[in-house]
C-alpha cells in the first residue's frame, strides 16, 4: 500500500458516496488507473464495504449500552454465533483478561433495554455475568481510520 492508496482510502472513508469521477479527480489520477486501485483495496479486503452513518436516536434507538459479558471459557465459539443473531447488539469485541466482552447495544429506551437484558442476553451460551454502563453522550462519532499506524 503506497501514499496514493492512502489517499483513495482517507477520501472514501470520508464520502463513500463519491463516484469514481469525483474521486479520481480529488486524488489526481485518471478514472481508469482510480478505479483499478479502488477495485485492488477491495480485493484484498482492505475496502470490506460502504454504508451509511445513521442516527440511531432517528431511528428510535434512544437508549445506548456498554455491556460487559464473562463467560466460562468453552463456550465462546457458541457465544459468538449467538450473539451475531441479536441485532440490537450493534458492536462486540471480545477481550484478553478479563471481562471476556465488550457489547454495544441499543434498544428503545431502558424498559425495551431491561426486556433484551432478561429475555436474550443474560440467556446466552456460557454468560456466567453481565455489567452494562449506560452511555450518557456520544463524544466522538465513530470516524475515519487514519490513513497512518
Same mark, same amino acid.
Given at each position: ?5 492512502? %489517499? ?7 464520502? &463513500? ?20 486501485? $479502488? ?16 442516527? /440511531?436516536?432517528?431511528?428510535?434507538? &434512544? ?28 458492536? /462486540? ?17 431502558? /424498559? ?10 443474560? %440467556? $446466552?451460551?456460557?454468560?456466567?455475568? $453481565? ?5 450518557? %453522550? ?12
Amino acid at each position: 500500500m503506497d501514499a496514493l492508496d492512502r %489517499k483513495i482510502l482517507a477520501e472514501v472513508q470520508a464520502d &463513500g458516496r463519491l463516484t469514481i469521477t469525483e474521486l479520481a479527480d480529488r486524488v489526481q489520477l485518471s478514472i481508469s488507473r482510480c478505479q483499478r486501485r $479502488l477495485r485492488d483495496l477491495e480485493r484484498a479486503g482492505v475496502i470490506r464495504g460502504y454504508r451509511a452513518v445513521v442516527d /440511531a436516536a432517528a431511528l428510535g434507538f &434512544g437508549f445506548e449500552a456498554l455491556v460487559f459479558a464473562k463467560l466460562r471459557l468453552d463456550t465462546m465459539a457458541d457465544f459468538d454465533r449467538a450473539l451475531a443473531e441479536v441485532p440490537n447488539v450493534v458492536e /462486540a469485541q471480545r477481550l484478553f483478561g478479563s471481562p471476556d466482552y465488550l457489547l454495544r447495544v441499543v434498544t428503545a429506551d431502558l /424498559a425495551s433495554y431491561q426486556r433484551l437484558y432478561e429475555e436474550t442476553l443474560a %440467556k $446466552l451460551p456460557g454468560v456466567r455475568g $453481565l455489567t452494562s454502563t449506560i452511555v450518557m %453522550k456520544q463524544v466522538i462519532e465513530p470516524r475515519p481510520l487514519p490513513t497512518q499506524p
